[in-house]
């Protein structure tokens, strides 16, 4: 484990901040603040590189230790703990954006990347990204992530075209237009139709009654995928996880806001937008 510099808030009455510098010695002394590292004196505060320590310091096997560090700041959105919620949005106040992850007691694969931020009226707004997998993790299918569409009737082809097609007559099974290209097919087979496997990822989607078109293309060479043993087997599908936002689920969510910038930055306040999920 590195070391850390702990630090105290007499107004906070708490210990707010941890630094990535670890000197030997620290005091304080006419309104700066210096350390020793190696035999060497350090004023801080005045280099203007920020988050930039001991650049020219190497430990005794001539390893240079003086590296930058990006700012991490970890926090939480606890309100009513008792109810489960969708952490849909975050949004920054202040001068520049941070890339961001979360974690929920339920989800943990929430993040939003620096540049997918929106400046709005002085402030950062982006919408929360899921990760995934591929295949998806068991948790993932009781979340609002799966989708169904219904029984197939043939399934024919390999490879990178397997074709999953669906009834059509007086009553079509309806794809439907919310699955898309991209997104990664999933099957369950009889007799329980509870264990989701993966199918591959959708290349073409047809639906055209009059020329008997209503099926699915497939991609089944990414890794993982299996084509079904048996011809209707119950066809689902999750959607693109970096593309589509779902948010994260869950009572709280802990976030940790991360900036690699060497200038000074100024962060106010954080905020979600959060909707309460109703099962």
């Known amino acids: ?59 005794k096997i001539g390893n240079p230790t003086g590296a930058f560090t990006p700012s991490l700041l970890r926090s939480v959105f606890n309100d009513a703990p008792l109810e ?3 952490f849909k949005t975050l949004n920054i106040e202040g001068d520049a954006a941070w890339s961001a992850t979360l974690e929920t007691d ?7 990347e620096k540049n997918w931020f929106e400046k709005k009226e002085q402030s950062f707004y982006a919408f929360v990204r899921n990760a995934g997998t591929t295949p998806a993790l068991p948790s993932e299918y009781f979340l609002r992530s799966m989708n169904g569409i ?6 024919t082809g390999t490879g990178v075209a397997v074709q999953v097609n669906f009834v ?36 073409n989607i047809q639906v055209n009654y009059p020329a008997s078109l209503n099926r ?23 959607k693109n ?22 200038s000074k930055i100024e962060l106010f306040a954080t905020e979600s937008s959060v909707m309460k999920s109703y099962p």
């Open 168 to 203: 059509i007559g007086s009553s079509p099974i309806q794809i439907g237009s919310i699955i898309s290209v991209g997104d990664t097919l999933y099957y369950n087979l009889a007799p329980t139709f509870d264990t989701p496997v993966l199918f591959g990822k959708v290349t």
């Open 216 to 238: 699915i293309t497939v991609d089944t060479t990414i890794p993982g995928a299996t084509i079904p043993g048996a011809q209707t087997p119950y066809i689902m599908y999750i």
């Open 241 to 262: 996880s970096v593309a589509e936002s779902h948010g994260v689920l869950g009572h709280y969510c802990v976030f940790e806001l991360e900036n690699d910038s060497t």
């Open 84 to 86: 489960n919620k969708l």
């Open 1 to 59: 484990m590195p070391n850390d510099t702990l630090t105290y808030s007499e107004s906070g009455q708490g210990w707010p901040s941890f630094y990535s510098f670890y000197p030997d010695w620290m005091i304080g002394m006419n309104n700066y603040f210096y350390t020793f590292k190696g035999g060497d004196l350090y004023r801080h505060n005045t280099n203007p590189l920020r988050n930039t320590f001991y650049q020219d310091w190497f430990d």
């Open 106 to 112: 339920i989800q943990d694969s929430g993040f939003i």
């Open 150 to 155: 219904g029984r197939s009737t043939t399934i």
